[in-house]
Nanobody
Framework: QVQLVESGGGLVQPGGSLRLACTAS????????MGWYRQAPGKQRERVAFITKLGGTNYLDSVKGRFTISRDNAKNTMYLQMNSLRPEDTAVYYC??????????WGQGTQVTVSS
């Protein structure tokens, strides 16, 4: 059974930072491209970033230069370092395999709220 568990969200002021983590079980993590997604209230889920098996990365334009995706295959964990957070980054953040994301793999997500 595949489980993807997101953690690290919270309430932060604009300009602040958070580091999210996604821990995987039930898959051979090192063999999968992995992605971070987010869904804001009333909006469709969008992909924020993905990281290839060898560490290549790709980012949504609006987060380039502020977010950094990384992975630790030994820990079956992927990270998203988020700096210079903006109110428009407020969303529930999810992780999944790529491409495309597998519907049955979605976890509970972790809430990120950027507000003063």
């Amino acid at each position: 059974q595949v489980q993807l568990v997101e953690s690290g969200g919270g309430l932060v002021q604009p300009g602040g930072s958070l580091r999210l983590a996604c821990t995987a079980s039930g898959i051979i993590f090192s063999r999968n491209v992995m992605g971070w997604y987010r869904q804001a209230p009333g909006k469709q889920r969008e992909r924020v970033a993905f990281i290839t098996k060898l560490g290549g990365t790709n980012y949504l334009d609006s987060v380039k230069g502020r977010f950094t995706i990384s992975r630790d295959n030994a820990k079956n964990t992927m990270y998203l370092q988020m700096n210079s957070l903006r109110p428009e980054d407020t969303a529930v953040y999810y992780c999944n395999v790529e491409p495309p994301p597998v519907p049955g793999y979605w976890g509970q997500g972790t809430q990120v709220t950027v507000s003063s």
